[in-house]
């Protein structure tokens, strides 16, 4: 059998397993919560009620899947340019040299602070923390850091490589951003929860109480312990929950 026939059997296999249905259906769930990480993200900028608003975007990949839908009257975007050769965006750099840039004064003003800052880049849990951390010294005390992928639906999705791609979540990534995300869940001084759309929506905020936080739980970051507790550990709300945290514009 050519190695052809071989991975054409190996694929058919794959499809009727139990496994990879369920989770092909996982999948398709996912794929149709609304409202969308833009649509989240245009609600907060709406929502601080400003002539003007700036906005970051730390891993952008394609402009069009979210930052070109983004409405603030200042906009930049930080993406290394490994997965989208194009690449249009302002800073062609890793999201850690460019707050380095940031803080040097070598780029902008290290006076800056932006409304919203969207983290979108390389979903494994300490570049993800660093990008907190860094977010967090450069928004607005009434801003927001907003983070993608914080809600791997299974283990598959929240695995570490990225290119270990035969998997039932069929190449479909969320890394470890949820272990970033839970960490701050633990920190007395910033408020969070996660929206239950478009692969798991968290926000932080310094001064707006979306969700206070919880004492150290799951000290090993075990995946099974967060699925069976993903409302408290996350803070899991749903959008229409979330509204509620603010006044009307």
């Known amino acids: 059998m050519t190695k052809y026939l071989l991975k054409i059997a190996r ?12 989770i092909k259906g996982l999948n398709l769930l996912e794929h149709n919560k609304q409202p969308s990480r833009s649509q989240i993200v245009n609600f907060l900028l709406q929502h601080l009620d400003r002539e003007h608003t700036c906005y970051l ?25 490994k997965e989208f050769k194009e690449n249009p965006v302002d ?15 070598k780029v902008l003003s290290p006076e800056l602070k932006f409304d919203v800052i969207f983290i979108d880049g390389l979903h494994l849990a300490d570049q993800v923390d660093r990008d907190i951390i860094n977010a967090l010294d450069f928004i607005k005390e009434d801003g927001f850091v907003v983070l993608h992928d914080c809600n791997p639906p299974t283990e598959w999705h929240a695995r570490e490589n990225h290119m270990f791609l035969e998997t039932p979540a069929f190449g479909l990534w969320n890394g470890t951003t949820w272990k970033a995300f839970q960490k701050w869940r633990f920190e007395p001084g910033v408020y969070s929860c996660c929206i239950d759309s478009d692969w798991g929506v968290g926000v932080l905020s310094k001064k707006t109480n979306i969700g206070n936080s919880i004492q150290p739980v799951n000290p090993f970051y075990e995946f099974d312990v967060m699925h069976q507790n993903r409302k408290a550990h996350l803070n899991l709300v749903d959008f229409e929950t979330f509204k509620k945290f603010f006044k009307p514009v």
């Open 11 to 22: 694929g058919l296999h794959r499809a009727a397993h139990p496994e990879y249905k369920k």
């Open 57 to 81: 975007e730390i891993g952008v990949r394609n402009p069009m899947d979210n930052f070109v839908h983004i409405k603030a009257s200042q906009k930049y975007s930080v993406d290394p340019g």
């Open 91 to 105: 800073f062609k750099v890793t999201s850690d040299e460019f707050f380095n840039l940031l803080r040097a004064g």
